[in-house]
């Protein structure tokens, strides 16, 4: 689940924290932050007990961010991991699991700290996030594991988009998006890193029709990317990080009928959503 654009500074989890559960936040941080934070906690007023306090720091020349925890009018003693991925000005995704022992917390696609719990996770119901942050979206989901595949219900339409978050890896050869349907693959997306092309395909009952190939992969390996693939009434727009990077004309045009999604490659996929 998404929740686009959501209220600032406040806002509930849905369905409250269990283990295995992934939180993600996808915003900017705007030019002139000196600190931020993005806390867990429970309940929405100002003196709620905060089970998690994750607050990038830039004050000093040398980013770095800072863990803790606020419980009965107090924090506790503090940890903080230096180098911080999250960059002024950038986009940026940060993904809290929750596990039995702790929150493991990673920022585009880097794992920065296992943080054990000093609140019961079943207290905590709520997002407190920094005016500094343009925030984009949260989402709650399981991890994501490549290859990934996911149903799209009722089909493609006109207006539909499918937007996915992730970071190739450093020593990433492909990325590859399918919509599929029953009887092939409506759209192909293919990044080959080596070639620095793009291949642009469609296929039913296992033959291929003419690519479509273009040089420059829109992806840097080991930076985070946004992929936003519209559905339009004749083709479909590629969007990557806000910019369009190519479009491809409906071959098969029964849309409703396109109802799968996959994601392979060596990347670590953030989040999906369709």
Not at 229 to 257: M, P, W
Request: glycine residues 8%; proline residues 4%.
């Amino acid at each position: 689940m998404a929740i686009y654009k959501p209220t600032i500074p406040v806002t509930s989890i849905d369905g409250g924290l269990r283990e295995g559960k992934s939180v993600i936040i996808i915003g900017w941080i705007l030019p002139d932050a000196n600190r931020l934070h993005v806390n867990l906690q429970c309940g929405s007023d100002s003196e709620a007990d905060i089970a998690l306090h994750v607050s990038p720091r830039y004050e000093n020349g040398s980013p770095n961010i800072v863990y803790n925890t606020y419980k009965n009018g107090s924090w506790g003693s503090e940890q903080s991991t230096p180098d911080s991925p999250i960059i002024k000005g950038k986009l940026f995704a940060i993904e809290i699991l929750v596990t039995k022992e702790a929150y493991k917390i990673s920022a585009n696609g880097k794992h920065l700290m296992d943080y054990k719990h000093r609140i019961p996770i079943t207290k905590v119901n709520t997002i407190s996030l920094d005016q500094n942050i343009k925030l984009e979206f949260i989402g709650y989901q399981n991890s994501l594991v490549v290859p990934y595949k996911t149903l799209i219900n009722g089909g493609l339409q006109p207006g539909s988009s499918i937007l996915i978050f992730g970071v190739p890896n450093t020593d990433s050869k492909r990325i590859e998006f399918n919509l599929r349907h029953r009887y092939g693959i409506a759209f192909h997306y293919l990044c080959l890193f080596d070639e620095n092309v793009v291949v642009r395909n469609t296929s039913e009952n296992g033959k291929w029709e003419a690519e479509e190939r273009s040089r420059g992969v829109p992806f840097i390996k080991g930076q985070l990317f946004q992929v936003k693939i519209s559905c339009n009434r004749g083709y479909y727009d590629v969007f990557v990080n806000g910019q369009q990077a190519h479009t491809y004309k409906h071959r098969f045009t029964k849309l409703e009928d396109i109802d799968v999604f996959e994601v392979y490659g060596q990347l670590q996929l953030i989040f999906v959503h369709v």
